[in-house]
């Protein structure tokens, strides 16, 4: 799942984001589930996709969290879990709109270096296909009060995407009678680079299953055998489309792996690594432990 509901972009302007905030929450959106949930943000890969520091990494959490954007939980010392509130398509109610965070470039230099009211502008842009018609008189004072900022604030993220050719603004008159009476138009450019294409649009399993290879990855790095790697995490994150992962969730899949890796110590084995074979015989046990700690039972 790679959307951002309409609604959501709407708490993004009325919590006066950062610039920083709004790349880490576009970042991530690319690796969420159903729920908005996303396994496995490890602090690393945020600071150098969206290049912060390591402090700004976890101010980053901690602001979006106060701000009720997202809520985290601690994996290990390095790796998050992270819902997006109020992010789920688990109903698959698409009516009130959304973005596809996956068909824009939002890693590249042109839009990491707008201002944080431009990113959002530009954002909320996107549900007006056509373009969106405003009086000329109330056009900042319209803005202003959508992105809770000056009027003079809005002019600067106008012309900001104007001059890097990612709003297209038109103006014509409104009244023959009033010849100072205007409509402003905006416009995202049709064709801009930020829109990578359909194309490089990846199908969004591949999302599910990339984040879940990370999520493997980053608990079990030492781990995992040095040969055939790629091929071990992509048996394990196929195990997501086991009936019984489905019903819980892919942190299930850690457990797991935790079991796997316990047993072989059991067995005598001073260095275990990771086996997809023995992963998947220990699921139902994982999955067994997930559902009782989840409803407060003792196992």
């Known amino acids: ?50 290049f912060v520091s390591t402090q700004k990494f976890y101010d980053i959490l901690t602001s979006l969290a106060t701000k009720g954007l997202i809520s985290y939980e601690k994996i290990n010392r390095a790796d998050f879990s992270v819902q997006l509130i109020g992010n789920s398509f688990a109903d698959q109610n698409f009516s009130g709109g959304y973005i596809k965070t996956k068909a824009f470039d939002f890693q590249s230099a042109k839009f990491r270096t707008l201002k944080a009211g431009s990113k959002l502008l530009y954002l909320y842009m996107q549900r007006f296909t ?23 604030s809005i002019r600067e993220y106008i012309r900001e995407l104007k001059a890097e050719d990612l709003l297209n603004v038109s103006r014509t008159r409104s009244s023959q009678k009033d010849k100072n009476a205007y409509i402003i138009t905006l416009k995202v450019m049709d064709e801009d680079e930020l829109n990578i294409g359909r194309a490089k649009i990846p199908r969004e399993i591949e999302g599910v299953l990339n984040s879940v290879k990370n999520l493997i990855r980053v608990n079990f790095r030492r781990f995992l055998p040095k040969q055939d790697q790629e091929s071990v995490l992509d048996d394990i994150a196929g195990l997501i489309r086991h009936k019984e992962v489905k019903n819980t969730d892919f942190t299930v899949l850690v457990r797991a792996v935790e079991l796997a890796l316990e047993k072989q110590k059991e067995e005598g084995k001073k260095h275990p690594v990771v086996k997809p074979a023995l992963v998947n015989k220990m699921l139902p046990v994982a999955v067994e432990q997930r559902l009782m700690q989840k409803f407060k039972m003792a196992y």
């Open 1 to 50: 799942m790679y959307k951002i509901k309409n609604s959501y972009i709407d708490k993004m302007m009325e919590a006066k984001l950062t610039s920083c905030e709004i790349d880490f929450i576009l970042y991530i959106a690319g690796y969420q589930d159903d729920y908005g949930r996303v396994y496995s943000v490890y602090y690393k890969d945020i600071c150098e996709k969206i």
């Open 130 to 152: 056509k373009g969106k018609r405003v009086d000329e008189k109330s056009i900042y004072h319209t803005f202003a009060a959508l992105l809770c900022r000056s009027k003079k």
